[in-house]
């Protein structure tokens, strides 16, 4: 029942940012990336849509009215806002990396090198391993990588067809502004909680070996 919620927006319309989320193909549950994580008190017969609807009253709290403005000006909608800033989420928990990660998807979601255009995105690849019951790897495999999914941003360019994660609101602002001037391509983790930045291919492979 809580399933057939997730997949049933028409019950939620009245919260605009469930109104602007974009049905495309292959997405996974409809409201997914819609459910902000916090404690909850629930009646133990509280139906689905009536938990579903909590979630969603609290999303609505956190999004305020400029985000929609600002989603404008960067030319994507919302729901494209959200699933970018849950890749971000997951990629790091450093406020100031968010921003710095958020600007190298921005600068491939616009280059015109068709190649960049994947945004080659560890977390899209391990939403993909949970989905099948598979713990994440740090290091991918080959077989990873070409995971037939749309959510596989190796093979796939662009965004995914939905959020992968409930993104916080360090991510959603960091999607919603990337840090500006900035010309990386690349990014890798450092181990300790950091991360690596790149613009050319060259520079990122060598931080891939300082770092992996």
Request: proline share 5%; glycine share 6%.
């Amino acid at each position: 029942e809580l399933d057939e919620c997730m997949d049933s927006p028409n019950l939620f319309v009245d919260y605009d940012f469930v109104s602007r989320i974009v049905l495309t193909e292959g997405r996974d549950h409809i409201l997914s990336g819609y459910l902000f994580p916090d404690t909850y008190e629930f009646d133990v017969n509280a139906s689905a849509e009536t938990i579903v609807n909590t979630f969603l009253r609290n999303t609505a709290s956190k999004i305020y009215d400029d985000y929609y403005e600002r989603a404008d000006v960067l030319g994507m909608s919302f729901d494209e806002v959200m699933t970018l800033a849950s890749l971000i989420q997951v990629e790091s928990s450093n406020a100031t990396d968010m921003m710095y990660i958020s600007a190298v998807f921005h600068n491939r979601l616009t280059t015109s090198d068709e190649a960049l255009r994947h945004l080659g995105s560890d977390a899209s690849i391990n939403y993909l391993r949970e989905l099948q019951g598979l713990d994440p790897n740090v290091i991918l495999t080959d077989e990873d990588l070409i995971i037939d999914s749309p959510y596989n941003t190796y093979t796939h360019q662009g965004l995914p067809p939905g959020p992968i994660c409930m993104p916080g609101l360090d991510a959603i602002q960091a999607a919603l502004y990337p840090e500006p001037n900035c010309n990386y391509y690349y990014f890798c983790a450092t181990g300790d909680g950091g991360t690596a930045f790149a613009v050319t291919l060259e520079e990122h492979q060598q931080n891939v070996v300082a770092f992996q």
